[in-house]
């Protein structure tokens, strides 16, 4: 009940890439508009729970994964749940698994990826 108002959460190199429940919870917090997940070593499943939970919160914004350990299909899931999510801005993906080239192709079906400064 004490998340309904939850507009932030920051849970950056908390230590544990173990956090899909944690994103699993934000589909109750319909006012989360900015959500830090960096430096926590969060790998697919994290980035697939995002996907799901990410329709649910359309206040959302900003989602932060730097320097984690999502992979290509990852964020195809990402790409996928942005579709019916207009009100996200940027999910930053800097410094993940995914390889420069893989990278390039998936910042041109959705602009809202940031993978590094030089592709915003």
């Known amino acids: 009940m004490g998340t309904k108002n939850l507009t932030k959460i920051y849970l950056t190199a908390v230590g544990t ?6 994103v699993a919870n934000l589909a109750h917090c319909p006012l989360i508009q900015d959500v ?16 799901r939970v990410m329709p649910l919160c359309q206040k959302m914004t900003r989602i932060d994964l730097e320097s ?20 996200l801005q940027l999910i930053r ?9 893989e990278a390039q192709q998936l910042s041109l079906k959705d602009r809202r990826l940031n993978f590094s400064p030089t592709l915003m």
């Open 17 to 22: 890439p173990e956090l899909c429940a944690v």
């Open 36 to 51: 830090g997940l960096g430096w926590n070593g969060c790998g697919d499943e994290v980035a697939l729970e995002l996907a």
């Open 68 to 87: 984690n350990s999502v992979s290509a299909a990852g964020v195809e899931a990402l790409v996928k749940a942005l579709q019916s999510c207009p009100a």
């Open 93 to 101: 993906l800097w410094k993940n698994t995914v390889p420069s080239n």
